[in-house]
């Protein structure tokens, strides 16, 4: 199993910022995609935003212009830079990070908005 420690999570106000960071170790990060995901009370698990081994980036409809996702293979890490956030984004989110024949996930870090 390979760990993925996640952290930044916390409470911040709307319209504020967080910055998550998930670090791998135990595998060759540069030749995996990551993605951000995150899961609310009641609702199924959903993508937020992945990246790419190349570095090509997808972001859910509810987060475009406001959370930006990067990597950095040198720290085997990936982040999800988030702003203007808004109470609907309260979730636990998540880390995963994937190969051809592989997926790991972390164990999440709680992120709530709320005044």
């Known amino acids: 199993q390979v760990p993925l420690v996640e952290s930044g999570g916390g409470l911040v106000q709307p319209g504020g910022s967080l910055r998550l960071s998930c670090a791998a170790s135990g595998v060759r990060f540069s030749s995996r995609n990551a993605a951000w995901y995150r899961q609310a009370p009641g609702k199924q698990r959903e993508s937020v935003a992945t990246?790419?081994?190349?570095?090509?980036?997808n972001y859910a409809d509810t987060v475009k212009g406001r959370f930006a996702i990067s990597r950095d293979n040198t720290k085997n890490s990936v982040y999800l830079q988030m702003n203007a956030l808004k109470p609907e984004d309260t979730a636990v989110y998540y880390c995963n990070v994937w190969g051809y024949s592989d997926s790991y996930w972390g164990q999440g870090t709680q992120v709530t908005v709320s005044s």
């Open positions: 990246i790419t081994t190349a570095g090509r980036t």
